[in-house]
């Protein structure tokens, strides 16, 4: 399993591995046969980098045809005892962006290769360092924006997804192996496993890995965040109900670039779990007494929603604009709130209306001017988002689109084999449903893969990792 | 000379040194008599990190209270013998923001202080293991953007500036003792040194200090680029001229923000110098002929600029807005360069009255539409800005405006010193004279100091370093 170029030889590469910009330490890194060789053309130091100890730092300097570049610390890390499984060398230089672009480019004059997205990985899972999990776990673990995103990511690096998923695979596979042994005896009717022990364990893979699809609603929201829009007509107070909640809660980035749609998103960090805030426009009072643009732009911005929050003015009676809202809400099919501000002035909504008319939804009460009621609306949001809460450290949970999809995939062909093998039917078409189940786990961890699916999950990665 | 905390113990310090954002590695160092003892606390390896060998990789998994943070390659590298002089810790884990900040939030619940801007290499200045002018180079280098830039930081940081003073001072260091030892045998008129080698010492010194204040103009160059100022009347095409340089040159960054001033820059790598290029919003033609906002603006661009660019437009005659623009800029008093665009159209301009009105700069012809001349005067500018081109790999300039400032003061004091040694005043004077100039050398390295220049140096650098 190991990866080869065109010409049957591996390459050398090598990347920038720390984040672009202004920082104490840089760090280039080197992975591949030549990598020692091509590192040390360019190192002075107290001896020759190809007898430096292994995963021993070294001090010196990198001179490129008598330019000295900068001061580094390398050190080599011999495969298959290194990240890639590969030889690798990490230089520690002075950060800096000239600077360590000079010494990648003085590398590659050497004889390196740059590093395509993700290479380094994709060599260590090709090489049997981590499986394919893992390798996404490191990009999630990156790319990682709050505690929930950390811990999650963090359970599927240490191989917990691929445990379980082993655990499971392991049993059937050996039901497998007899399920085709016995084909090949099939003149001679021999079982090597009753029909029951194949049906129940059948039954106990796909139980198993039903808790892992339904995990999928949490893990995604720990992965990917929850998308919460806020609706409601002018002057309900939508943005001063976000700028209680930014205020309470550690916001990530505000006014993300890209919003086309007359939003507003917010990214907070609500107790561990990120908040992609959508700010509507707001549907405004015209002279068409429910203005068709906002109706049009509501609609836009709750298509993306995880939920739905429709601020009410709680001083004043329901207007038509509230009920335009609602109309968009209802048809949309969201899981929804319904929140009251204002609670600190007289009340003055007609309640049992509101609930008739936006049935689905919990009511909140809150006043964004005083905070009265807010921490109580973000106790419910979080709910909301993660029943359960974040995971405990080392809990699986399914994160990925993809793993959710193969464990479908998985689950379907066990039932199929359950119903085949109930229905009498040879016990050829039971070991196919079987082999196809397996394959589909299989995949998850990249024992099964392609490299279409290769592509597009290292692709994801950032250069030098 | 080490550092040392209120309460007269050392401090552990700890940081996050990599960039921030999303990358491969991060690495959170620590420095201080704990490091070892504080990263060991959330270390779980083969081996507890206090038994780790002396720079060597160990790899393993931090964990706090029972939640593992990330997989890390951690290397203790104990003093003196490393960066700071004190015992370092570098833990390298998978790159992110949210994890990185975890693991630097473990660390400093585990005892560590988190370091201030700079205070890694602060300590390592105060423990001897650089020099103050090596510091300085050190967070040049981390600016660097520029091969300009990048050389001159690394002379310094390889100690050649250190060396070159050291020369200097060793010399009179010792004529200065001999003077203020005989002061000690004034009764007895001995003579240590005669008048003559004294004031030849005091001669030589000054003349090769004069030689390094004259790599001044060089050095600040290299290290803080040039500042260009494009100015002309509208329709002459400064912007189509400022698009053919950038057309040919390596743009680092265009559009700074914070120009509120009208105009734009952008930042030119030409030939490893770096340009800064203001483009001004042009003197317009108004009903006043000469519009006053234009020639206000003009002069503001200007005040900045090292040099002057006027644009003419070689097509037509001079207009009286090109006469407002040649009178700003001429009192202005900065060094000017006049370049007639389209030399691709017949030429209407009248030359010999544009030498007259504008005495002081050299004509250049281009073409921005068709790029005839344009590596002529990318050549030219690169002649204004650094004469004899980007200094060799370890020659040594002057790049900071401290240095330079010290240097002064002290030919200042040893001009004063022979002065008054040829008056055949009391030795007393002479010595006084010689010492205040070498201290003066002695503020450059740092071996003469305050609290206030030391504060005022570290705080340029980013936190981390």
């Keep these: 399993m190991s990866r080869e170029n065109g010409s049957g030889t591996h390459e050398t590469i090598a990347a920038i591995s720390t984040p672009p910009g202004e920082g104490g330490i840089a760090v280039v890194r080197l992975s591949g046969p030549r990598a020692v060789e091509i590192a040390a053309s360019l190192f002075q130091g107290m001896n020759p980098l190809t007898e430096a100890k292994p995963r021993t730092a070294c001090h010196g300097w990198l001179v490129q045809n008598g330019t000295c570049l900068d001061e580094a610390v390398v050190t080599v890390f011999p495969g298959p005892r290194s990240y890639t499984g590969e030889d690798v060398v990490e230089i520690s230089s002075h950060g800096g962006t000239w600077v360590t672009r000079r010494i990648l480019d003085a590398l590659v004059a050497a004889g390196a290769e740059p590093a395509a997205a993700g290479e380094f990985t994709r060599r260590a899972f090709l090489n049997g360092r981590l499986d394919l999990a893992q390798a996404e776990a490191v990009a999630d673990l990156i790319r990682a924006k709050t505690e929930a995103s950390r811990r999650v990511a963090m359970a599927h690096l240490r191989g917990r997804l691929t445990e379980q998923l082993d655990h ?90 890209g919003t086309t749609r007359d939003t507003i998103e917010d990214v907070l960090d609500m107790d561990g779990i990120c908040f992609t805030i959508t700010d509507t426009a707001g549907i405004r009072e015209t002279s068409d007494p429910v203005e068709r643009e906002g109706v049009r732009r509501t609609r836009i911005a709750i298509e993306d929603a995880d939920m739905v929050v429709v601020v009410f003015d709680g001083s004043t009676p329901l207007t038509p604009e509230d009920s335009a809202v609602v109309d968009v809400v209802n048809g949309s099919g969201k899981p929804v709130l319904a929140v009251v501000n204002k609670s600190d002035l007289k009340q003055n909504i007609e309640l049992p209306l509101l609930k008739q008319r936006l049935p689905a939804g919990e009511t909140v009460f809150v006043s964004a001017k005083s905070q009265a009621g807010i921490p109580g609306l973000i106790a419910r949001l979080e709910e909301a988002a993660l029943q359960g809460g974040i995971p405990e450290s080392g809990e699986v949970v399914i994160t990925h689109a993809r793993h959710h999809a193969a464990l479908e995939r998985a689950r379907s062909s066990f039932l199929s084999a359950g119903d085949t093998l109930k229905s009498g039917l040879s016990q050829e078409f039971v070991a196919l449903d079987l082999r196809a189940g397996l394959d589909a786990l299989a995949e998850i961890t990249g024992a099964v893969t392609s490299d279409d699916v290769l592509n597009h999950i290292f692709n994801e990665f950032c250069i030098g990792k």
């Design 168 to 257: 499971i695979r392991e049993r059937l596979l050996g039901i497998c192996a007899h399920l085709e042994l016995e084909l090949d005896f099939s003149e001679e009717d021999v079982e090597f496993t009753s029909r029951e022990e194949v049906s129940g364990s059948l039954a106990a893979a796909v139980s198993e890995i039903e808790t892992l699809i339904r995990s999928y609603a949490r893990g995604r929201v720990c992965r990917e965040g929850f998308n919460l829009t806020i609706v409601g007509r002018t002057n309900v107070g939508k943005s001063s109900l976000l700028n209680a909640l930014i205020e309470r809660e550690r916001a990530i980035v505000t006014d993300i670039p």
